[in-house]
């Protein structure tokens, strides 16, 4: 059985820093892609950052870019979302998912396994 699990989440004043994570079990993660998609109150869910497989490829939706970076560690089965620079208008509930394939992905569709979400609140 495929869980993943994220953790890290909290409440952060404008302008500072906080990072996610996502531990997974039940398959071999390393050869896949790994995302982070958002949702805030009341919108649809977004992406928000994925990797590739070897870590080689990245890429980021327009609102986050420069600001937060997505990493994994294939050792630990783990993908990290380091934001920085946060706005009130990042908070949100932040899922990791995890790609069918071993490219990144910012589309659902992809999308084979989601965590349960850990919630990200910035107070301006």
């Known amino acids: 059985q495929v869980q993943l699990v994220e953790s890290g989440g909290g409440l952060v004043q404008a302008g500072g820093s906080l990072s996610v994570s996502c531990a997974a079990s039940?398959?071999?993660?390393?050869?896949?892609?790994w995302s982070w998609f958002r949702q805030a109150p009341g919108k649809e869910r977004e992406f928000v950052a994925s990797i590739s497989w070897n870590g080689g490829s990245t890429y980021y939706a327009d609102s986050v870019k420069g600001r937060f970076t997505i990493s994994r560690d294939d050792a630990k089965n783990t993908v990290y979302l380091q934001m920085n620079s946060l706005k009130p208008e990042d908070t949100a509930v932040y899922y990791c998912a995890a790609p069918s394939g071993t490219y990144i992905s910012d589309r659902e569709d992809d999308i084979d396994y989601w965590g349960q979400g850990t919630q990200v609140t910035v107070s301006s």
């Open positions: 039940g398959r071999t993660f390393s050869v896949y892609a």
